[in-house]
């Protein structure tokens, strides 16, 4: 039986340069996102560099490269 407020170590690789992370996540959480709810939402806990990481598989040094603040 899965225990849902274990935690869940998710590994994740950025795509643009292979920067390879472990973002840890309690396993309730990721079924929540999973399900449809925000990741924002059920993810506060997180940066939004280690959330856009789980979205978009975009690091936050790649996501501010590709969109600078002017």
């Known amino acids: 039986?899965?225990?849902l407020n274990e935690?869940?170590?998710v590994s994740?690789?950025?795509e643009h340069c292979n920067n390879k992370?472990?973002?840890v996540v309690k396993t309730a959480d990721?079924?929540?996102?999973?399900d449809g709810e925000f990741i924002q939402d059920v993810m506060?806990?997180?940066t939004a560099g280690e959330r856009e990481l789980l979205i978009s598989a975009t690091c936050?040094?790649?996501f501010d490269k590709f969109f600078p603040i002017p």
Do not use: H, K, N, V
Request: include cysteine.
């Open 1 to 3: 039986m899965i225990d």
């Open 7 to 9: 935690d869940l170590p």
């Open 12 to 14: 994740a690789t950025c």
């Open 21 to 23: 992370s472990i973002i």
């Open 30 to 34: 990721m079924q929540a996102w999973e």
């Open 44 to 46: 506060p806990y997180l």
């Open 60 to 62: 936050g040094d790649c």
